[in-house]
């Protein structure tokens, strides 16, 4: 299957083709492979060989994306392809977001009707996960799925990078119920070096997703001398603040060594104090990959009451009727 892809690429002079994607805007000549590592120009269009090809297909609690607000302790059917418009020096899933896509074994093939019939073939899970690499790369993928998915009556998500223009995001917030994006920073400078982003494309993007009255969920990992300035941080949490609303969860997730990157994982008690410090500006602010439960869980901002526990992947829905706290009654902004 060959979806349609000249919308998000334009002929130029010279016989090349300029995507139409991404803030890279890469201009290539037939035959030649953008940054992300999968868009190929062809003739007066640049598509994607591997659409419809998946290094990941399988179920997962949708706590693992990270959504807390979003259909808390269901599951989600995660697609993953190949391919990232970014290159981030600590990716984790480097093997197939920075791979050379030939080379990778284990690529299967899947229609839209397949991957429907393993979506539906699960009592528990809410619908599909764009996730695992940068799923924007494979933007014809994203919408032909995402659009069967959603006259089938399912749910539609995806975690990205954010790094992508504002044209193909509108596209997406059409079709997408749920975004949880990844602010790596709140310094272009560090933006520029350890990703080849910009940071300005990603704020621009939260703002869009936010005001297409999307779930968003955001999500910070915490990598020790990169990007833990307590100044940079607190800037941060005020934007998300002022822009996307203090009710927007905050996932500060805490980084271990890959790829290129070999700095020391972060430290519990640095977690901690950025938790401290989100908390001061943000409602619901949560610790991912650390041994201990005590930051995972949702309490109501107002009276405190324990509203969703969670213990790893298990999720207990306790103090929550209706979207509200039943001691308060204050709402809880989410999907519940």
């Known amino acids: 299957m060959k979806p349609e892809s000249k919308e998000w690429s334009r002929p130029i002079s010279g016989g090349r083709v300029q995507c139409l994607i991404c803030p890279h805007g890469c201009i290539l000549i037939p035959g030649a492979v953008g940054r992300c590592g999968v868009r190929v120009a062809g003739v007066n269009r640049i598509s994607n060989p591997y659409t419809f090809q998946l290094s990941v297909i399988r179920f997962d609690p949708v706590e693992k994306k990270p959504l807390f607000h979003f259909y808390p302790g269901r599951l989600v059917l995660s697609l993953g392809g190949v391919g990232c418009n970014l290159q981030c020096q600590w990716c984790q899933n480097y093997s197939i977001s920075q791979c050379i896509p030939s080379d990778l074994h284990g690529l299967k093939s899947f229609s839209i009707p397949e991957i429907l019939s393993v979506a539906r073939s699960e009592p528990r899970s809410i619908g599909v996960a764009f996730t695992y ?35 193909p995001l509108g596209a997406l917030c059409e079709v997408i119920d749920a975004f949880n994006v990844d602010l790596k920073g709140f310094n272009e400078n560090f933006y520029r070096d350890c990703t080849t982003g910009h940071l300005s494309t990603i704020l621009q993007s939260l703002r869009m997703i936010r005001t297409a009255g999307k779930h968003l969920e955001v999500t910070f990992l915490a990598i020790p001398e990169l990007n833990t300035s307590f100044s940079d941080f607190e800037a941060m949490c005020r934007w998300i603040a002022d822009n996307l609303g203090a009710d927007t969860p905050l996932h500060i997730s805490r980084y271990h060594p890959a790829w290129q990157c070999g700095i020391q994982a972060t430290p ?19 610790l991912g990959n650390l041994s201990s439960n005590d930051y995972e869980s949702t309490n109501c901002p107002d009276c405190g009451m324990l509203l969703v526990e969670r213990a790893g992947y298990q999720v207990i829905i306790r103090g929550m009727e209706q979207n509200r706290c039943s001691s308060c009654r204050r709402i809880i902004p989410g999907v519940f």
């Open 133 to 167: 690499n940068e799923p924007t790369v494979s933007l014809e993928f994203l919408l032909e799925v995402s659009r069967a998915f959603q006259q089938s009556g399912l749910i539609c998500s995806m975690i990205t990078n954010g790094f992508i223009n504002q044209t």
């Open 268 to 286: 519990s008690d640095l977690l901690v104090a950025l938790y401290e410090k989100a908390k001061i500006n943000l409602n619901y602010v949560y």
